[in-house]
């Protein structure tokens, strides 16, 4: 691939990620994506086959940081209690998705395709969403001393991973939690309160 070639390509994906992420998939054109890069309108066709493949090299990039989260949230645990992994586990979490630095466009793009599926949705689900709840659940099965496919320990993943999610859409948060900054420190209040909350929760179903 020629210099022109590359940089090319590299300016339609840094257009069609931020479109496909304000817009979704289907309410963004080629000609759209072609027009913010300063490409002709071949360029999609000539370097990912159609518009598709041109999201699914998007979608890519933004699962390559949704595994490096799990990945960075199971190394910090990685030598404590499930307990103590599931507290890791939701303090990196936050901190890589609300945190300085985060990258608001994978949120953005990921809420546009679980509201408007395309063809590649299960890709997201097998790479990315189906590993970090196996791992949830391992953790959770074995405080609760239960198997990993009992519903008990599926609704209990699920509860914890929906109030990480919760935070993450800022002009929420902001109304509810005014005071909240998003800092480091801020974070890992927040991280403790939902562990102890996930926890408390967790472990009153040991008796139930």
């Not at 890069?37 to 998007?58: M, P, T």
């Not at 099965?141 to 800022?170: F, G, N, Y």
Request: aromatic share 6%.
């Amino acid at each position: 691939m020629s210099l022109k070639d590359s940089e090319t390509r590299i300016r339609v994906l840094k257009a069609a990620s931020r479109l496909f992420a304000a817009n979704g998939f289907e309410k963004v054109t080629v000609r759209e994506i072609c027009r913010a890069a300063d490409a002709n309108v071949a360029a999609v066709n000539y370097h990912f086959g159609d518009k598709l493949g041109l999201y699914r090299e998007v979608l890519g990039k933004a699962m390559e940081t949704m595994r490096a989260t799990t990945e960075a949230a199971r190394l910090a645990g990685a030598d404590g209690t499930s307990e103590q992994k599931l507290r890791a586990y939701i303090r990196v979490f936050l901190q890589r998705v609300i945190g300085q630095g985060h990258d608001t466009w994978i949120h953005q793009l990921m809420a546009h395709e679980i509201a408007d599926p395309t063809p590649a949705l299960d890709l997201v689900i097998d790479q990315v969403i189906r590993p970090r709840m196996a791992y949830l659940s391992d953790l959770v099965a074995d405080i609760l001393r239960m198997s990993a496919d009992d519903e008990r320990v599926l609704r209990c993943v699920l509860s914890v991973q929906s109030q990480c999610h919760a935070v993450m859409t800022s002009a929420v948060s902001r109304r509810f939690m005014p005071d909240f900054n998003g800092d480091s420190s801020a974070i890992d209040r927040l991280a403790l309160h939902i562990a102890e909350f996930s926890l408390g929760g967790i472990r009153s179903l040991k008796t139930a």
